[in-house]
């Protein structure tokens, strides 16, 4: 069950003013807690019981070589969050469920095929509790974490008509929680239609900091993308800004799809690429525009804040 205590923490965030156009919507997807890490009396969990002998090059006496152990058991859980969200007003809109939620987890077990890393994927779609939030429908889902490792968690949305823009919208979202100090897979391509591959590792970021990206379309980069940051801010107050401009970073990717932004404040940063997609039928039986985009979020950490913490 999706937990009060983590929706009444939720409320208390607002975004900082301006950091859309007017009318622009962004969906979230932010977990109750950015990594989960070991308590300090917790006992380091112990390997579950080893998997049957896999082929191989023989030992010395002749027997096969051992598997390699299977992650050890945990009993944690994490809840997420998903809502439609106007930033600049802080207001949320009613928000159909996604057509599909899903998380990839790798560990260090996790094998190669091709060159490639293979994740262990769980469908969650079926596990999405209906929530209001800001007076408004939103999704609310509670997982249960049972292994260490690097979690993926995405979800795609169905397209949205935008009355105000007269275009249909949908996003492709992803946020990476790292378990127990696992961190294998945080560059890989989960298979998003669009999607914001980060090249910084996206946890364990302090401001200010530099978060690099590729922006991928179909699997392959997407040169000119254009590719904006926002922050939510816990603040109760808007921060003076000299203008609007200063409420979000914009820049275009290069050839290769990269982008790069310099994260000067501690908080929860989306990074949103958009491209064009094939027009849909209108609401009145006219083609109308499809417009889609990539949503990637991740935490940076006020070291600062909490070196003061400490001293206290």
């Not at 979690?151 to 935008?162: A, D, G, K, L, V």
């Not at 003076?240 to 799809?257: C, F, K, N, Q, V």
């Not at 109308?288 to 070291?303: A, E, H, I």
Request: hydrophobic share 40%; glycine share 8%.
């Amino acid at each position: 069950m999706f937990r009060r205590l983590f929706l009444a923490s939720c409320c208390l965030l607002w975004l900082s003013s301006c950091p859309l156009a007017a009318g622009a919507h962004v969906t979230l997807l932010v977990p109750s807690q950015p990594s989960i890490e070991r308590s300090p009396d917790e006992a380091a969990p112990q390997p579950a019981e080893q998997t049957a002998r896999q082929g191989g090059a023989p030992g010395q006496d002749g027997s096969a070589p051992p598997a390699s152990p299977a992650a050890p058991q945990i009993d944690r859980e994490l809840d997420l969050l998903i809502t439609l969200m106007q930033p600049g007003s802080h207001a949320c809109r009613d928000m159909e469920m996604p057509q599909l939620m899903s998380v990839l987890r790798f560990d260090a077990q996790s094998p190669v095929e091709q060159g490639a890393l293979v994740g262990e994927r769980r469908d969650l779609l079926g596990d999405l509790e209906e929530i209001r939030y800001l007076e408004s429908r939103a999704w609310g889902v509670n997982v249960a974490i049972g292994k260490p490792g690097l979690y993926h968690f995405m979800i795609e949305t169905r397209p949205r008509w935008s009355e105000e823009r007269q275009r249909y919208e949908q996003q492709f979202v992803k946020t990476t929680v790292p378990v127990y100090g696992e961190s294998r897979g945080w560059e890989v391509p989960c298979g998003l239609r669009l999607e914001i591959v980060p090249r910084t590792r996206p946890f364990g970021l302090s401001a200010p900091c530099l978060f690099a990206a590729e922006v991928r379309w179909q699997g392959a980069p997407l040169p000119g993308a254009l590719v904006r940051m926002y922050r939510i801010n816990t603040d109760k107050t808007p921060p003076a800004l000299p203008t609007p401009w200063h409420a979000s970073l914009e820049a275009r990717a290069d050839a290769g799809g990269n982008v790069a932004f310099a994260l000067n404040r501690p908080g929860w940063w989306c990074c949103v690429a958009e491209t064009d997609g094939d027009p849909l039928k209108g609401p009145d039986g006219a083609p109308r525009p499809l417009r889609f985009g990539g949503v990637f979020w991740l935490y940076v950490d006020d070291m600062a804040a909490a070196a003061t913490e400490r001293k206290r």
